[in-house]
């Protein structure tokens, strides 16, 4: 059987191991904004995840505004100016505060594998920390690209997804 004929791929800019973010010149793949951006790109596809185990709850559509604010954050992370609005962590705050109403009380670990939904909340919380540590970086080396609200946005939210899933 003759094999097609193999056709290379035009160039890609980043093959290089560099990409720009907006309003910058080209920068390395390996500096820690890429990370921070790519954490919080999983974590808004594990909140998905969540969702589609939850479809059929308020928690839906908290989640969805949960996934703009992550967007927004990115934002934030690649151009370096503020988006974020100002009443998401106090929104943020009040839904785990309803949260941690829904849930039972924590008696030291919790240990996921209740159920589904349950287990794909503990894993957006993860998810969550290590977007969290990614950012703090971030802003120890860049301290323009990432607001201390940002900041404090997804510490709470690694609580909030606490909550979820213990209440799940």
Same mark, same amino acid.
């Given at each position: ?59 839906? =559509? ?7 604010? +992550?967007? =927004? ?19 943020? *705050? ?11 009380? =924590? ?8 159920? *589904? ?14 977007? *969290? ?10 301290? *323009? ?22 209440? +799940?």
């Amino acid at each position: 059987m003759e094999q097609p004929p193999v056709i290379p791929s035009p160039a890609s800019s980043g093959d290089n191991g560099t990409a720009a973010l907006p309003g910058s010149m080209r920068i390395d793949k390996s500096d820690v904004r890429f990370d921070a951006l790519g954490s919080l790109d999983e974590l808004g596809a594990a909140l998905g995840s969540v969702r589609v185990a939850v479809s059929s709850s308020p928690l839906n =559509t908290v989640l969805e505004i949960i996934q703009r604010d +992550l967007l =927004t954050i990115a934002g934030e992370v690649a151009t370096g100016r503020p988006h974020l609005a100002p009443d998401a962590l106090a929104k943020l *705050e009040r839904e785990s505060i309803r949260a941690d109403h829904a849930a039972p009380p =924590t008696n030291g670990f919790d240990l996921p594998g209740k159920n *589904e939904a349950s287990v794909r909340a503990h894993v957006a919380r993860t998810i969550c920390r290590r977007a *969290e540590r990614d950012a703090v970086r971030t802003r120890k080396a860049h301290p *323009e690209q990432i607001t201390s609200i940002a900041l404090a946005y997804l510490n709470r939210l690694s609580h909030f997804l606490f909550a979820v899933a213990r209440s +799940l």
